[in-house]
């Protein structure tokens, strides 16, 4: 008798196991066709001589060779470490700010959100656009209003200035899609942080900066690294949607954010090699894994987890 | 006493004039779209005025005379809907074993979601083409619909966050109740996670309305053309001068694009913020 309910135990776990593999099959199969196998295949096509038009043949290493010696290549690296790390710094910090404001309560609180969402939902393309002719030389909104203020004609070409380039983008970037998504989860991350914490801070006669060092940082350091890890992700992914139609295929001014994804697509379609530029997309796909790594590892010193 | 007081007083002051100075940024960009959009292209290409001098219409008859709006619109929300639907369905599915079962593998099955969450897209994107070019899906909304019912990684991961914050209880009570774990996640999860369902619909939407990169890879010829490469090519130039970008009439496109996210927000916003559970977030 026990050993037969122990049996029906064992058949009911079993059966368990067996809903839950069904759940997540969907997954396995994506992640088996739609991730693994992309990835082997990168490898594979990158030690070829692939055309665009399926031509191919087994050249070994001389992808990276080649790679390796081109200065195009190593500078599209350098802007992409500096882009994606300062535009995971600055939409971070840009989200705790926005969202740090909306969870004061106030009258119109409502609106503001509408207001500091709203960027976010603009096609990124439109949002090209609009910051090109905001920073454009001529009849630009930005020379416009420099010109009112200071009372002299200010003719700067924002984006296409070497000197004023990345301000221009990093500005561009507190408007994209993900900044916005940042911001909501903050915002519910600090709502999750009990009440009693500051009261009983606010009791010893704290000031708001050391509420916010004290308390709301601490609490709110599993999202950062949430956040930042996504942002860091976004950064890479997203700068390809940004950057094309901002500053072309060749990164204006002189290559100066030719970010890794817009050389991989410009290798790929424009020239037409598409071995060539796997072996550029394995390197990107190296980048992000030790992004991925350099995040968590740094997390496992400075954030801080309840119980 | 009174100077504590006045001091908070000043200090709301203070953040509601930087809540307004915050606002004006993030604001103004879609004030110069939508004011752009009625300028005429001599006035948008000499004066930076933000308000039009003389406004016309020209621009928007310009877009959908000069090219096949109506078919780019229907192209991008059948991309839109499909790949949210995908997405809302397999990725909740995914979810649910994820946070309310107990099997052997599931730490791995949860490590690797969070481990392919960081992997770039756009890293795979060129094998992914070839791929998608030997089955003859190039082309077509295929190669973006088809993957979303495989679950995305970061949804999974936003639903389960969300089940996890359901109490367990109401599962036990299920179940004694003669409900299978199919039943509960029907019957319990589906219906107590709307805001959930809601938020990451909304924000899907709204990415695959924007979406540019995968479309750009994917879409060759006018057919299957969506509004985000519409943007970049058949609205850019004037019909007479190839060599003049029409400002204006990509600002009237634009403008046209941004109203259904903003509709899209007014009717989720109160959704937004409960749908995202952070707590018990690590890593």
């Known amino acids: 008798?026990?050993?037969?309910?122990?049996?029906?135990?064992?058949?009911?776990?079993?059966?368990?196991?067996?809903?839950?593999?069904?759940?997540?099959?969907?997954?396995?199969?994506?992640?088996?066709?739609?991730?693994?196998?992309?990835?082997?295949?990168?490898?594979?096509?990158?030690?070829?001589?692939?055309?665009?038009?399926?031509?191919?043949?087994?050249?070994?290493?001389?992808?990276?060779?080649?790679?390796?010696?081109?200065?195009?290549?190593?500078?599209?690296?350098?802007?992409?470490?500096?882009?994606?790390?300062?535009?995971?710094?600055?939409?971070?910090?840009?989200?705790?700010?926005?969202?740090?404001?909306?969870?004061?309560?106030?009258?119109?609180?409502?609106?503001?959100?509408?207001?500091?969402?709203?960027?976010?939902?603009?096609?990124?393309?439109?949002?090209?656009?609009t910051f090109r002719t905001i920073f454009g030389k001529e009849a630009g909104l930005l020379n416009g209003i420099i010109s009112a203020l200071t009372g002299k004609n200010v003719m700067i070409n924002w984006l296409y200035d070497s000197r004023t380039v990345y301000l221009a983008l990093f500005f561009i970037t507190l408007f994209t899609y993900n900044t916005g998504q940042m911001m909501l989860i903050f915002r519910s991350g600090l709502n999750d942080v009990p009440r009693e914490l500051y009261e009983a801070c606010e009791i010893d006669g704290a000031s708001p900066l050391k509420k916010f060092v004290g308390i709301t940082l601490p609490m709110i350091s599993p999202i950062i690294l949430f956040n930042a890890v996504m942002g860091c992700i976004s950064a890479l992914n997203g700068s390809f949607a940004l950057l094309y139609p901002l500053t072309g295929e060749n990164g204006d001014p002189n290559g100066m954010s030719q970010v890794l994804s817009l050389l991989i697509y410009k290798e790929a379609f424009s020239n037409m090699k598409v071995g060539y530029a796997c072996a550029m997309s394995v390197i990107l796909f190296l980048i992000a894994c030790c992004f991925g790594i350099g995040i968590f590892a740094i997390s496992k010193k400075i954030v801080y987890y309840e119980n | 006493m009174k100077s504590a007081k006045t001091k908070k007083r000043a200090s709301r002051i203070l953040v509601f004039i930087m809540k307004i100075l915050v606002g004006i940024i993030m604001f103004s960009p879609i004030i110069w779209v939508i004011t752009g959009s009625f300028k005429t292209l001599t006035e948008f290409t000499s004066s930076s005025g933000i308000f039009p001098q003389k406004e016309t219409l020209e621009n928007y008859k310009y877009i959908f005379y000069h090219s096949n709006y109506v078919l780019y619109v229907r192209n991008t929300v059948l991309l839109m809907a499909g790949t949210t639907a995908g997405t809302l369905i397999s990725s909740s599915l995914v979810a649910y074993p994820l946070a309310r079962m107990e099997f052997p593998g599931k730490n791995l099955i949860f490590s690797?979601?969070?481990?392919?969450?960081?992997?770039?897209?756009?890293?795979?994107?060129?094998?992914?083409?070839?791929?998608?070019?030997?089955?003859?899906?190039?082309?077509?909304?295929?190669?973006?619909?088809?993957?979303?019912?495989?679950?995305?990684?970061?949804?999974?991961?936003?639903?389960?966050?969300?089940?996890?914050?359901?109490?367990?209880?109401?599962?036990?009570?299920?179940?004694?109740?003669?409900?299978?774990?199919?039943?509960?996640?029907?019957?319990?999860?589906?219906?107590?996670?709307?805001?959930?369902?809601?938020?990451?619909?909304?924000?899907?939407?709204?990415?695959?309305?924007?979406?540019?990169?995968?479309?750009?890879?994917?879409?060759?010829?006018?057919?299957?053309?969506?509004?985000?490469?519409?943007?970049?090519?058949?609205?850019?130039?004037?019909?007479?001068?190839?060599?003049?970008?029409?400002?204006?009439?990509?600002?009237?496109?634009?403008?046209?694009?941004?109203?259904?996210?903003?509709?899209?927000?007014?009717?989720?916003?109160?959704?937004?913020?409960?749908?995202?559970?952070?707590?018990?977030?690590?890593?």
């Open chain 1, 1 to 129: 008798m026990e050993k037969q309910s122990s049996k029906t135990a064992k058949k009911k776990k079993l059966m368990n196991h067996l809903t839950a593999y069904a759940f997540c099959a969907p997954w396995m199969i994506g992640f088996v066709c739609f991730t693994l196998f992309p990835i082997a295949f990168l490898f594979a096509v990158s030690l070829t001589n692939r055309k665009l038009n399926g031509v191919s043949r087994f050249i070994g290493l001389t992808n990276y060779v080649t790679m390796f010696q081109s200065a195009t290549f190593w500078n599209s690296i350098r802007v992409t470490l500096f882009f994606t790390i300062v535009m995971m710094i600055v939409t971070t910090v840009w989200a705790v700010v926005m969202a740090l404001l909306l969870n004061y309560r106030q009258r119109l609180n409502g609106l503001f959100q509408f207001c500091y969402f709203l960027p976010s939902v603009i096609p990124t393309v439109a949002l090209a656009y």
């Open chain 2, 112 to 283: 690797l979601i969070v481990g392919t969450m960081m992997i770039p897209n756009i890293a795979l994107i060129v094998p992914q083409y070839i791929m998608f070019g030997k089955v003859g899906w190039l082309d077509s909304l295929l190669p973006m619909i088809v993957p979303a019912f495989f679950a995305y990684p970061y949804n999974v991961f936003l639903f389960r966050q969300f089940f996890r914050s359901i109490p367990k209880e109401l599962d036990e009570a299920a179940t004694m109740d003669g409900c299978s774990r199919i039943g509960i996640f029907f019957r319990v999860l589906i219906p107590l996670s709307k805001s959930t369902f809601t938020t990451i619909g909304v924000l899907s939407c709204v990415f695959w309305w924007n979406e540019l990169t995968q479309p750009v890879f994917y879409i060759n010829s006018d057919k299957w053309r969506t509004l985000t490469i519409a943007l970049m090519t058949t609205f850019m130039y004037t019909s007479g001068n190839a060599f003049v970008i029409n400002w204006p009439s990509i600002m009237a496109a634009s403008t046209l694009m941004i109203l259904p996210p903003m509709l899209l927000y007014l009717f989720g916003s109160r959704f937004l913020v409960e749908g995202i559970k952070t707590s018990g977030l690590k890593g």
